[in-house]
């Protein structure tokens, strides 16, 4: 009990520093510490990271930070494709689905050391860019085009938040950034958003297909989440971000290859 309550401490403290992405690390956090299979482990992380996600996005929501149209979207689109993910994540092997987690880590890990060795900057916004705002209204113009590489993002986050057990952070950020010009900080805001709603939708899906998660510890273990991620969010104001993302980036590397490892043992 006390090693759960520790992993969820270090899990909302990560979120905390890290912000949409470091749910990532939920589900590796309960195989490796607390010897779970991953199917074991991805309703407890769902609850978590999607309850923490929740709290983060109704600070944002507050602030007018999120874009909750688009949210809304992606979310909708996404929250059918968890039940898929959900019954892959059965029928695949366990050494499969953990390296998978793995090359998903190490892809993250990547993206985020270009990003601090850049100087901490964000990808820059590509020429696959079809959401624009209107200077007038400082809203989204919707079109089709828009409406359509929302819906896949969506999609895509759905499907790997009911395979993996992720919040779908490290899929929503970087595709809003290349697809729309939204700010950085509303990128964020609405990735909490749709995490929190997806998450909500994998949750039920992984219940309905017969799920069984311990409720006590689940809750200690999203209460804590909740609580580190409190406290990571006063200690990030201290530090700076390219410093955040290559400690980050560092873990995540670190923690891949352990699964990757334990993936090839079949321990």
């Given at each position: ?197 997806v998450g909500g939708g994998g949750i039920a899906s992984t219940l309905v ?59």
């Amino acid at each position: 009990m006390l090693t759960s309550l520790l992993l969820g401490a270090l899990v909302g403290a990560v979120l905390g520093l890290t912000g949409a992405g470091g749910g990532i690390l939920a589900v590796p956090a309960l195989v490796v510490g607390m010897g779970w299979p991953m199917q074991q482990a991805t309703p407890v992380a769902l609850v978590a990271v999607a309850g923490s996600a929740a709290l983060g996005a109704l600070e944002a929501f507050r602030r007018g930070l999120v874009r909750y149209r688009a949210a809304f979207l992606m979310a909708a689109a996404g929250v059918p494709l968890t039940s898929l993910g959900v019954r892959l994540s059965h029928v695949l092997p366990q050494r499969l689905l953990m390296a998978l987690f793995a090359a998903v880590m190490l892809v993250v890990a990547l993206r985020l050391l270009r990003q601090a060795l850049g100087g901490g900057a964000p990808d820059p916004a590509s020429g696959f860019c079809v959401g624009h705002l209107d200077p007038g209204t400082g809203r989204l113009a919707w079109t089709w085009s828009v409406a359509a590489a929302l819906a896949g993002t969506g999609a895509l986050t759905g499907l790997m938040t009911g395979l993996l057990g992720v919040g779908g952070g490290f899929v929503i950020v970087p595709m809003l950034r290349k697809l729309t010009d939204i700010p950085m900080h509303g990128i964020v805001a609405t990735s909490l958003m749709v995490i929190a709603l997806v998450g909500g939708g994998g949750i039920a899906s992984t219940l309905v297909q017969g799920a069984s998660p311990p409720l006590a510890l689940t809750l200690m273990f999203s209460a804590m989440t909740a609580a580190g991620m409190v406290a990571g969010r006063v200690v990030s104001r201290r530090l700076a971000p390219a410093h955040v993302q290559m400690g980050f980036a560092v873990a995540l590397i670190v923690i891949a290859l352990g699964l990757m490892a334990k993936a090839a043992l079949g321990v």
